[in-house]
Nanobody, 122 residues
Framework: QVQLVESGGGSVQAGGSLRLSCAAS????????MGWFRQAPGKEREFIAT????????YYADSVKGRFTISRDNAKNTVYLQTNRLKPEDTAVYYC???????????????WGQGTQVTVTS
């Protein structure tokens, strides 16, 4: 089983940055595709970014391209999301997830963290 714990969320002014981390408990972390999603109040869960097990390929939602960067350190069993030039519309609970197949659907990921709150003020 894969257990995931997010950290690094908080409150920041528009234009600021946060680095989110997701720590995994499994020794087989390097075998999983990792993804980041977010969910704002009253909205559906939204795909943000993903990185394959080798770390050699990434994919981003149009809303965050050029501002967010996903990376992973398999030696530390950790995936990161660097968020830059944050906007009020980025406010949401951010979740990390682990899967073995597809890219951008919630159904592609079998394991989920509990989320970390990101609040961007104007």
């Amino acid at each position: 089983q894969v257990q995931l714990v997010e950290s690094g969320g908080g409150s920041v002014q528009a234009g600021g940055s946060l680095r989110l981390s997701c720590a995994a408990s499994t020794r087989t972390f390097s075998r999983y595709r990792m993804g980041w999603f977010r969910q704002a109040p009253g909205k559906e869960r939204e795909f943000i970014a993903t990185i394959r097990w080798s770390g050699g390929s990434t994919y981003y939602a149009d809303s965050v391209k050029g501002r967010f960067t996903i990376s992973r350190d398999n030696a530390k069993n950790t995936v990161y999301l660097q968020t830059n030039r944050l906007k009020p519309e980025d406010t949401a609970v951010y979740y990390c997830a682990a899967g073995m197949g597809g890219l951008s659907l919630s159904e592609d990921y079998a394991y989920w963290g509990q989320g970390t709150q990101v609040t961007v003020t104007s």
